[in-house]
T-cell receptor
């Protein structure tokens, strides 16, 4: 099956803990993204990687760090979570190889984080 | 920066009635943006519904249509006759040529009344 996979689906943790979310795509795409969807349902870009290279790094707190081992994987680590980090984190990928589909992004199911 | 404004909150439509969800955009980059409608069905991930990359063109999928109107900077989503299975959250989005991100509207929850 070709798709974007995320683990875990849901995670509950305490303030100050470290969490790590995994994302893997089997679509053969070159570019991967992390988006955050907050309590107001607004989806905003956090990071973007192309072939393991960071190309977008929006203004996010330094406790957030993306990690890419190869172009099919893009993980997200949060060093010391805060209550405002409670959100849904969406991973996506896109081809960026030219052609009509180069700008279409394909999303994973999301990881819901609840910080108590 | 770029921005997308769409019908906010919930829209309730009776089954078999017509639907329109408004979307307008502002893109600061040179050139015309690519425009998208994404949809999230209950229990599923965000998926592409339709896209249009050329001004003046219309995109369609699953009975939905949207026309890229560069004069009005709009990309409204329409359907002539909705079904219960259309209940979902719809997001209008854009990116510019070569851009490395999508800019989303806040989403519109569509509720279909039987």
């Amino acid at each position: 099956e070709t798709a974007v996979f995320q683990t875990p689906n849901y995670h509950v943790t305490q303030v100050g803990n470290e969490v790590s979310f995994n994302c893997k795509q089997t679509l053969g795409h070159d570019t991967m993204y992390w988006y955050k969807q907050d309590s107001k349902k607004l989806l905003k870009i956090m990071f973007s990687y192309n072939n393991k290279q960071l190309i977008v790094n929006e203004t996010v707190p330094r406790r957030f760090s993306p990690q890419s081992s190869d172009k099919a994987h893009l993980n997200l680590r949060i060093k010391s979570v805060e209550p405002e980090d409670s959100a849904v984190y969406l991973c996506a990928s896109s081809p960026r190889t030219g052609g009509v589909n180069q700008d279409t992004q394909y999303f994973g199911p999301g990881t819901r984080l609840l910080v108590l | 920066g770029d921005s997308v404004t769409q019908t906010e909150g919930q829209v309730t439509v009776s089954e078999s009635k017509s639907l329109i969800i408004n979307c307008t955009y502002s893109a600061t980059s040179i050139g015309y943006p690519n425009l998208f409608w994404y949809v999230r069905y209950p229990g599923e991930g965000l998926q592409l519904l339709l896209k249009v990359i050329t001004a003046g063109q219309k995109g369609s999928s699953r009975g939905f249509e949207a026309t890229y109107n560069k004069e009005a900077t709009s990309f409204h989503l329409q359907k002539a006759s909705v079904q219960e299975s259309d209940s979902a959250v719809y997001y209008c989005a854009l990116n510019t040529e070569g851009a490395d991100r999508l800019t989303f509207g806040k989403g519109t929850q569509l509720i279909i009344q039987p």
